[in-house]
């Protein structure tokens, strides 16, 4: 085998390995990150700020039970309201309706927690503007049975956690970010205390691995491709130089400083191949 021939295969595997490892990094642990704020949507409160999220914003007054993020609750189903009274409060400049949970048998709208959201694919991230943070307020994530983290009020960066209706502190947009290897297809929203407000659930699905590994395949395989020198001139009398067209022969032919006086034509073969030396 010529030594290009063996690079060329070197190459083309090296590549293979290359991607073969980067898809199978995306399986590899990392931790979850939480940070806060959105974009204030003027009657709707905030919105995520995350780009190619879906987004849940309650305002037909029904929580999802089909499409991508299926909602259910532990009794009946997940309690959309809007505005304020005793038993919840509307996260601060949200005039839209939106979900409100509290503990079974509080005997107030949404007492059937827990909240279960299903996905139909795995996702990295979730963000929902929650109003009047309280420590009681619980976010819990899962792979299938698995939890992978949990998180309450507390847990929110710069709130106080306290449940203050109008302190931009505690009404704020809270995003979950998944690190490699904790994607999760399932989230529990609950609270054991009156009341866990929320609105505008957004989530963004997990790339699929052979999208960026065989992106970055079919990336480098092009490259390797464009590095082959050009090969086509074989000794005429062997079958393996049948075929090759005239082009060929005679860009390498004059790359070399001779002019062929036989050409290929029609994929045919010439008797023999001579070459004259072109005189400078």
């Known amino acids: 085998m010529q030594l290009a021939q063996k690079l060329g295969i070197a190459t083309a595997s090296n590549i293979m390995v290359f991607a073969s490892i980067l898809a199978s990094s995306v399986t590899s642990a990392s931790a979850f990150t939480i940070t806060t704020g959105g974009t204030s949507v003027p009657g709707a409160g905030q919105i995520s700020s995350v780009p190619n999220t879906k987004t849940i914003n309650f305002d037909n007054g029904i929580a999802p039970t089909t499409g991508y993020a299926q909602y259910s609750a532990s009794i009946g189903i997940p309690a959309i309201v ?58 819990a ?24 209706q109008s302190s931009p502190e505690d009404n704020v947009y ?67 130089g049948r075929g090759y067209a005239k082009e060929s022969l005679t860009a390498v032919a004059t790359s070399r400083g001779t002019r062929p006086t036989h050409c290929l034509l029609n994929g045919g073969e010439p008797p023999h191949a001579t070459f004259r030396k072109i005189q400078n």
């Not at 503990?103 to 927690?113: H, L, Q, R, Y």
């Not at 994530?141 to 929110?156: A, E, I, P, R, W």
């Not at 691995?209 to 082959?228: C, D, E, Y």
Request: hydrophobic share 35%.
């Open 141 to 164: 994530f899962y792979k299938g049975q698995t939890l992978l983290k949990s998180f309450d009020g507390s847990n929110v960066p710069s709130t106080t956690a306290s449940g203050d």
């Open 174 to 240: 809270v995003n979950f970010f998944a690190g490699q290897g904790e994607e999760f297809d399932k989230i529990i929203l609950g609270s054991s205390q009156v009341a866990f407000e929320s609105d505008n659930h957004a989530f963004q699905e997990v790339p699929e691995p052979w999208t960026i590994g065989g992106s970055l395949l079919a990336l480098g395989f092009g490259f390797w491709m464009k590095r082959q020198p050009l090969r086509g001139i074989q000794n005429s009398s062997s079958p393996k």
């Open 82 to 139: 809007q505005g304020t009274v005793s038993d919840y409060a509307r996260p601060s400049g949200d005039q839209t309706k939106y979900l409100t949970i509290a503990p079974v048998g509080a005997n107030v709208p949404g007492s059937n927690s827990p909240i279960t959201i299903a996905l139909a694919k795995a996702a990295n991230y979730f963000g929902l503007y929650w109003g009047s943070v309280d420590a009681f307020n619980s976010v």
